[in-house]
């Protein structure tokens, strides 16, 4: 298992935006990236109890939740991939719950149940770019004749078990939007009325500190930033993209977003952000929404119930729904080429 390494660094800061208000800050590593909690309106001993419960959850998250390294979650994928009826802990049900709902919602694009094809291409790695020619082009359909899916596991009082052995959870679509809403309560249980969770650049963040809203910069793929977003009340943001995680051969450069229905890499599209208002639908939504790519991705985000989404094309071009449209304040709007996208019906 990859070492936990929880950094409790509290320190009093002035916050941004044009606001002075007392910030307490920690930052641990886990699920791969480094994670910034921000606390405001608190005082630092409950701001301190708070983030070391965030660190002793996380820590048992890191462990269960992982995809390849020995835990709970590999356990589970060994007892489905045999027929057998498998016990899980509370967590693991509400994940493959919420990935059946968000399966089903986004038509498919969405599936956490392509581990064994994630695992085929070689992304159950922290090291990135992978290097080497693709998997075998009949190993790939392989797996998606089989049709795995969330929607396959049947969820009881006795456990889980899926009637197709083929089935192999990977939670990296919603399980770090998850725990950023998991440390979120915790927060709101010790009485911080205002505090951002950030997870690599993924983040929710509620109150308004010093009077004022967060802000939050949405970054460019290329770098710097594409623009600015007011929180409003509670929200999270969560933003995928194919441009750090790939498959590089002599050849080309492969995304490690996959197509569901393919099996092969998104093509054509950047990076989508969305807003919603817990981290798990957030993630898995800009996840689908990728996938679904410029021509579909504003009808399977208000399938969804998601309202604001912006995708970026591989060509510099900014897709936008009404309500992102409405809220993303851009830096510098010469620099792109905009659409916005009409609304869509639910």
Request: glycine fraction near 10%.
């Amino acid at each position: 298992m990859k070492r936990f390494t929880l950094f409790i660094a509290l320190c009093l800061t002035l916050a941004a935006c044009n606001k002075k208000a007392a910030e307490y800050q920690a930052e641990l590593f886990v699920f791969g990236t480094v994670v910034s909690l921000t606390a405001a309106g608190t005082d630092e001993d409950t701001a301190s109890k708070a983030f070391a419960e965030i660190g002793r959850q996380f820590q048992v998250l890191h462990r269960d939740w992982h995809a390849w390294d020995p835990g709970e979650l590999t356990r589970l994928n060994t007892a489905l991939a045999t027929g057998k009826t498998v016990t899980a802990s509370p967590g693991i049900v509400d994940l493959v719950i919420k990935s059946r709902q968000m399966e089903t919602m986004s038509g498919g694009r969405f599936n956490a149940a392509l581990g064994g094809l994630v695992a085929l291409w070689g992304f159950h790695t922290s090291q990135y770019p992978v290097l080497g020619p693709p998997p075998a082009t009949e190993e790939i359909d392989k797996i998606i004749r089989s049709r795995p899916s969330a929607l396959d596991v049947e969820v009881s009082a006795g456990g889980l078990t899926s009637a197709n052995p083929m089935v192999q959870f990977d939670f990296g679509g919603i399980a770090k939007g998850a725990a950023v809403d998991i440390a979120v309560q915790i927060l709101r249980e010790y009485g911080i009325p205002a505090a951002i969770v950030n997870a690599g650049g993924d983040l929710r963040a509620y109150g308004n500190p010093g009077g004022e809203p967060w802000n939050i910069a949405v970054r460019a793929p290329a770098g710097g930033i594409i623009g600015g977003l007011e929180v409003r009340g509670d929200e999270a943001i969560f933003t995928s993209g194919n441009y750090q995680r790939f498959r590089q051969d002599d050849e080309r450069r492969y995304a490690h977003i996959l197509d569901p229905a393919t099996g092969w890499p998104v093509e054509g599209v950047i990076s989508t952000t969305v807003i919603a208002a817990e981290g798990w639908r957030a993630d898995a939504a800009a996840t689908a929404l990728l996938i679904a790519g410029s021509q579909a991705f504003a009808q399977t985000a208000a399938n969804m119930q998601i309202d604001a989404a912006l995708l970026v094309d591989e060509n510099g071009g900014l897709h936008l729904t009404p309500a992102m449209a409405n809220r993303l304040k851009l830096v510098d709007s010469g620099a792109w080429q905009i659409f916005e996208h009409p609304g869509t019906n639910r």
